[in-house]
């Protein structure tokens, strides 16, 4: 789908919208709607930019203002949809088949996902992970001998993988990308340390062994707890005079813990203490030291 904005309704046109999920890739975006409307779960054939496909209603129509082209719905599902749907479902798997031995025929650095038909059967998209570039053209060619339609070779990475196929991420929930974000947004180790997260790559990492989305849902709660307190190892001087030194941080009630020099440990509000000598490493220096230990360099 090309680009869009939305916003709420000022002096220009107003469209009316539905949010839509189809594709392989779990797609959700707005299409435009004219002259009907649609419930939540129900089935509609869209008009997208890859060809014409069958989609899951998930809102209501709306109104709002767009910038940029939508693509539309152009009806309500019939029943006969839904059965050219299900046949597809199923000759894809053949392809699948058919697919990943022509690849092996051929010597192909490349290891094949999935295959998806469009409802009308014009194309069909194979989508693979490979490494490195590969140089598909012969395959091609013999995939269209067999298949007698448009072959579209879409080289993706493990994030879209699991999207694809689904799974279920380490809190017992099917995994985010594929219920309900519309596009992957970048997420670094910062975040990560900022949460006063255990820093293992099996904690933090997800089913696709990059860094977990679910680290930006709270991260700009925490970037702001964290402005105005001293990091751990600095030197303070409490209400009662006596020195001590940072050694734990309770972040969500702001209270600092101090090991005194007389051996005991109290917690101060940052309002309470008195800095006499900052301590620790600079956050950029600590995190790229966590970065170089534990992630692959394309998360960093």
Not at 38 to 50: F, V
Not at 131 to 141: A, C, I, K, N, Y
Not at 225 to 245: C, R
Not at 267 to 283: D, V, Y
Request: aromatic share 8%; proline share 4%.
């Amino acid at each position: 789908m090309t680009g869009y904005y939305l916003r709420s309704r000022g002096s220009g046109r107003a469209l009316k919208l539905v949010w839509v999920k189809y594709s392989k890739c779990k797609n959700i975006e707005p299409f435009k709607i004219d002259g009907f409307d649609l419930e939540p779960g129900e089935l509609c054939i869209l008009e997208t930019s890859r060809g014409v496909e069958l989609g899951k209603v998930l809102s209501r129509p709306f109104e709002m203002e767009v910038e940029g082209e939508l693509c539309s719905v152009l009806r309500k599902a019939q029943a006969e949809d839904v059965e050219a749907y299900k046949k597809n479902i199923e000759d894809e798997k053949e392809a699948f088949g058919i697919a990943k031995r022509k690849i092996a025929e051929h010597g192909l650095p490349m290891k094949l996902v999935e295959v998806e038909y469009m409802l009308d059967r014009k194309k069909i998209f194979f989508y693979f992970i490979s490494e490195d570039r590969v140089d598909f053209r012969l395959l091609v060619r013999d995939l269209a001998s067999i298949f007698k339609t448009r072959i579209e070779m879409r080289q993706i990475g493990v994030r879209d993988e699991v999207r694809i196929l689904g799974g279920l991420g380490m809190c017992g929930w099917p995994v985010c990308c594929a219920n309900f974000l519309r596009k992957f947004e970048s997420v670094s180790i910062r975040m990560a340390k900022e949460q006063n997260l255990v820093l293992n790559p099996s904690k933090i990492s997800g089913v696709c062994g990059r860094l977990l989305c679910c680290l930006l849902y709270e991260y700009p709660v925490y970037k702001e707890l964290w402005n105005g307190l001293p990091p751990v190892g600095t030197k303070v001087i409490t209400p009662d005079g006596e020195k001590g030194e940072i050694v734990g941080i309770n972040l969500l009630n702001r209270k600092l813990m101090v090991e005194l020099d007389s051996g005991r440990f109290l917690n101060f509000s940052i309002e309470e203490l008195e800095i006499k000598e900052k301590g620790g490493p600079p956050k950029d220096e600590l995190v790229e030291e966590i970065q170089g230990d534990i992630l692959p360099e394309e998360d960093r």
